[in-house]
């Protein structure tokens, strides 16, 4: 599974992705909470059937720019985004799209588990149900789980609380129940920072095989998970200069590219400090 | 017994140190403070059920359990039953608990789920709580003076036309068990709505995220995920309710009719276990007074176990992860 993955990185790096194959095209020009400026110029395509890693340091707008993707900024008081995101050639910021069919197709695992307080089989029915699913509702639920590694964990239990299991166990319900409605983009934001390495590996090789029918996006603190998952990687950096804490893009290539020859110095940097 | 204290902090360099006997002993008073107010309230409920239960003992021999299912209450024939009251409780209490119940989740969904700007939302919160600190005499008064006659139109309406229904069957005389009701309702209105808020406002950020981020529009996100993670508390905030209606006397003395009938009819003078203590106390003879209290310990009763169904299910759906 791995192997396959690299092999794939290999074959990004020699052909350049086209337009066509950008499902998703992000370019924020200012994103603000109230007038605090958290993220500017930043523009990040994502490729169809590919992983797109997003790295960089703490506070510097990883979880800003995914969650503009598919508008979760909308709940919070004073969020602003200036710019447009492309996808299926309209602009999901336009005032005619509804934030809920964007949401409905591109699902989003979050960086704090959050699984509902309902029956495990509940949060992860949740999607179906609410895209009125007419078809086996048990058979979707196994699928899910399984492909989130979390089925022989629980297949004893489904009619207990979500919120019962542990920290871990509870990320891989929210991957389970987001990827149940299979959404044709993926955003997780450090999905597995509350996971042990066996269930890690299993979260990325669940997204090698997502990748497959769907396009993942995926903030990551863990370089070597960035290089083992990612077929496009974006380096993101925080910009103090005129006296904010702003974040932008610094780079963004084909994964082996941006780790082997990172073209800006403070992507060396940052790789160097991560490496050394 | 003093405690094994871990020594060794006068060598390190270490800023920790044990706590010193005055903690200890503060510690340690404080704990057998707590623990006496506790008891103490628990004895003085005991002390009181003790007493009321004692009282009533002589009407509890004499009509046995018979009491509870008779209809009649004639001071001069020594005939006593308290059916119609218990009746006149149990009716007006649920009808007020379904209408407060109601608009008191509906105010709390309304306050706490960004319909309105968040200054806002505390305003009409202090507001509503204010209804909790009008006497409930006063609401006897102005169910009186203002509500019965602003009803008896819509009363006689409803009577008029649709008189075949059991709960329009007889007209509005003035008191009765409607006017009571919306009075109930009210009165309970502010419980269920502050505790309901709590319960919702409870609900970390995190899981609203979670409802939107599924692709709910704000109204499935409000039923399928926070109306369900709340009900918890919303079902406490209904018994909390339930309960103050059960034992509300006032205003329901005033505003019920207190007469001694059972009728589904809306419409009609009723009484109510608490109505019938504070009416009949004052003039109230031995045998009589001993006859209340074995009324009192059956409202004490019902309120007891509403109480007691209510923590049960609270414990068994739980609010939360526990389970
Ligand atoms: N709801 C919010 N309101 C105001 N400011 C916010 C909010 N969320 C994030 N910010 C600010 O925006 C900036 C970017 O935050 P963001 O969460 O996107 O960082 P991040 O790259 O995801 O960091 P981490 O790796 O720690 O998760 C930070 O300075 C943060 O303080
Ligand atoms: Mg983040």
Redesign the interface.
């Known amino acids: 599974m791995l192997m396959e993955a690299q092999s794939q990185q290999q074959a990004t790096k020699t052909h350049q992705y086209d337009a066509a194959d950008v499902v998703l095209d992000c370019q924020a020009k200012q994103i603000f909470y109230s007038d605090f400026l958290a993220v500017r110029d930043s523009h990040v395509p994502i490729v169809k059937n590919k992983i797109t890693g997003f790295i960089g340091p703490s506070g510097c707008g990883k979880s800003t720019v995914l969650k503009s993707i598919n508008r979760m900024n909308d709940l919070i008081r004073g969020f602003r985004f200036e710019g447009n995101v492309h996808f299926h050639g309209m602009d999901i910021y336009d005032k005619k799209v509804d934030p809920v069919s964007v949401r409905r197709n591109i699902g989003m695992v979050f960086q704090q588990p959050n699984p509902f307080s309902m029956s495990i089989y509940e949060n992860v029915a949740f999607g179906l149900r609410l895209n009125r699913y007419k078809g086996d509702m048990d058979e979707k639920v196994e699928k899910a789980l399984r492909g989130a590694a979390l089925w022989d964990e629980v297949k004893n239990k489904l009619k207990n609380n979500g919120l019962s299991l542990s920290g871990g166990q509870q990320q891989r319900l929210c991957i389970a129940r987001a990827i149940a409605t299979e959404p044709q983009v993926l955003l997780m934001d450090e999905p597995c920072s509350a996971l042990d390495p066996i269930a890690t590996r299993q979260i990325e090789e669940l997204m090698v095989q997502l990748k497959e029918r769907f396009t993942v996006a995926i903030v990551t603190h863990n370089m070597q998970q960035a290089q083992r998952v990612a077929d496009q990687t974006a380096f993101f950096a925080v910009d103090i200069s005129r006296g904010g804490r702003t974040g932008y893009l610094v780079e963004m290539a084909p994964t082996a590219e941006l780790f082997s020859n990172p073209q800006e110095e403070l992507t060396k940097e940052y790789l160097h400090g991560e490496f050394s | 017994m003093a405690m094994k204290q871990l020594s060794g902090a006068e060598e390190s360099h270490s800023l920790s140190r044990p706590p010193s006997s005055v903690d200890i002993l503060f510690d340690k008073s404080f704990r057998a403070l707590t623990c006496t107010f506790t008891w103490a309230t628990i004895l003085l409920l005991a002390f009181i059920v003790y007493k009321i239960g004692r009282q009533a003992i002589p009407a509890v021999s004499t009509y046995g359990l018979g009491f509870l299912t008779s209809t009649t209450w004639d001071v001069n024939a020594h005939e006593f039953g308290i059916l119609p009251e218990i009746w006149g409780t149990l009716y007006s209490s649920f009808l007020a608990l379904f209408l407060g119940g109601f608009f008191g989740i509906t105010i709390a969904i309304f306050l706490t789920q960004d319909f309105l700007p968040h200054k806002l939302e505390m305003i009409l919160k202090n507001i509503i709580e204010l209804l909790a600190a009008i006497p409930s005499v006063v609401y006897g008064l102005w169910g009186i003076y203002v509500l019965i006659p602003l009803i008896r139109p819509v009363a006689d309406l409803l009577h008029d036309n649709l008189g075949w229904i059991p709960f329009f069957s007889t007209s509005l005389s003035g008191p009765g068990m409607f006017p009571a009701v919306l009075v109930l309702s009210i009165m309970i209105l502010p419980t269920v709505a502050a505790i309901s808020q709590d319960a919702f406002r409870a609900i970390?950020h995190?899981?609203?995220?979670?409802?939107?981020?599924?692709?709910?529009?704000r109204w499935?996100a409000i039923l399928?995920?926070m109306l369900?993670?709340a009900s918890g508390g919303i079902f406490g905030a209904l018994v909390l309710g339930f309960g103050r209606a059960l034992g509300e006397t006032m205003a329901l003395a005033m505003l019920v009719g207190n007469a001694n009938e059972i009728s589904l009819s809306l419409f009609a003078p009723a009484n109510t276990l608490a109505a019938l203590l504070a009416l009949n106390f004052p003039e109230a003879g031995e045998l009589e007074a001993s006859v209340l209290m074995y009324a009192a310990c059956v409202l004490l009763l019902i309120t007891l176990l509403v109480n007691i169904a209510g923590a049960a299910i609270i414990s068994r759906t739980?609010?939360?992860?526990?389970?």
């Open positions: 970390p995190k899981t609203k995220e979670a409802a939107f981020g599924m692709g709910t529009t499935e399928r995920v369900p993670t739980g609010s939360g992860g526990k389970k």
